[in-house]
């Protein structure tokens, strides 16, 4: 019984001396794979946080997630569960029940590139998306859930003369294994050999990863993505969603393109969304809610313009 009554004490005594330390809230965040642009550039977002916003009595600091890209992202958003992830713009333009204040910032742009398969280049004459628009039987490669399949919903929502390239697409589960079949020119599927053309990748302009280009650089063409049915279309912020930009020789890392020159294509921005009002509730104290959402603010600002 003294004893129990002595640590009594004792915890009492220490709990009047010396102030247990606060609970460090964490504003939970989407990024992408460890190690690719996604996951690094939101790293550096939450270190930029973390020199921003300095308060003993109510900590708070940013959880960087895997995420395996952006449409798991935007699902997390809109539960709630990551009150700020980075996605592409055309997948957040898409999506449903968003919250009501969600704020959107650009980040870097990235180049939608359409890989076709040398020998379909050659005979077919295949230089452009839009030389496959509409046709069943000449079937994309794509990985579902992709960056690559997110911008191909877009372009059906656009312009629906792509539905048929959709629907019809031939799935995979890596873009490694998209970009095999690609290069190959055939896959078999229930007994049945399917031709396949081409691929879309979507990423930085010159970064296609390396062991795709390692194994089937000189089985790829680069080609174009010119419809001009895709300008019309807007992002969150009402902005043009995407833009008309150049692939040049440097950003082809080795491959050829469809066309002599750069490769004109369209690039889509990635956007880092953030809820406030759900980091917002991390916090008790109204100043507090206000230096959270100032130091999320300044991170993003001062890290996103370096990528711009």
């Keep these: ?17 010396v102030p247990f330390a606060a609970e460090t809230a ?35 600091e940013m959880a960087i997630n895997e995420s395996p890209g952006t449409l798991h992202n935007i699902e997390q958003l809109t539960d709630g569960e990551w009150p700020l992830v980075i ?3 055309d997948g957040l333009a898409q999506a449903k029940g968003l919250p009501g204040g969600l704020q959107v910032y650009n980040a870097h742009q990235e180049a939608v590139y359409f890989l076709i398969n040398k020998k379909a280049h050659e005979e077919l004459d295949i230089d452009d998306l839009e030389d496959i628009e509409g046709k069943k039987d000449l079937h994309l490669a794509i990985v579902d859930g992709s960056g690559a399949y997110v911008t191909l ?28 079949a690609v290069a190959a020119g055939t896959h078999r599927i229930a007994g049945s050999s399917k031709k ?11 970064a296609i990863s390396n062991d795709i280009l390692e194994d089937f650089r000189e089985s790829l063409i680069v080609g174009e993505a010119t419809d001009k049915d895709f300008n019309d ?24 393109g469809a066309t002599y020159g750069d490769q004109k294509t369209v690039c889509v921005r990635a956007q880092v969304a953030y809820d406030p009002e759900r980091i917002k509730r991390l916090v008790p104290e109204k100043k507090d809610q206000k230096k959270v959402i100032k130091a999320v603010k300044k991170a993003l600002n001062g890290t996103l313009k370096h990528v711009r």
């Design 1 to 17: 019984m003294k004893r129990i009554v002595l640590t009594a004490a004792l915890c009492s005594a220490f709990a009047t001396s």
């Design 26 to 60: 964490k504003i939970e965040v989407g990024s992408g794979s460890d190690g690719g642009f996604y996951y690094t550039l939101m790293t550096q977002i939450g270190s930029e946080f973390d020199k921003r916003y300095k308060n003993d009595k109510t900590p708070v």
């Design 87 to 89: 996605v592409q713009a």
């Design 153 to 180: 919903t877009s372009f059906v929502k656009e312009d629906s003369g792509y539905k048929p390239n959709l629907e019809n697409a031939i799935s995979f589960e890596t873009m490694y294994d998209a970009a095999e």
């Design 196 to 206: 396949v053309i081409g691929m879309l990748y979507v990423s930085r302009p010159g």
């Design 233 to 256: 279309a807007l992002d969150f912020n009402k902005e043009p969603l995407y833009q008309t930009c150049d692939i040049t020789s440097k950003q082809l890392q080795g491959m050829k």
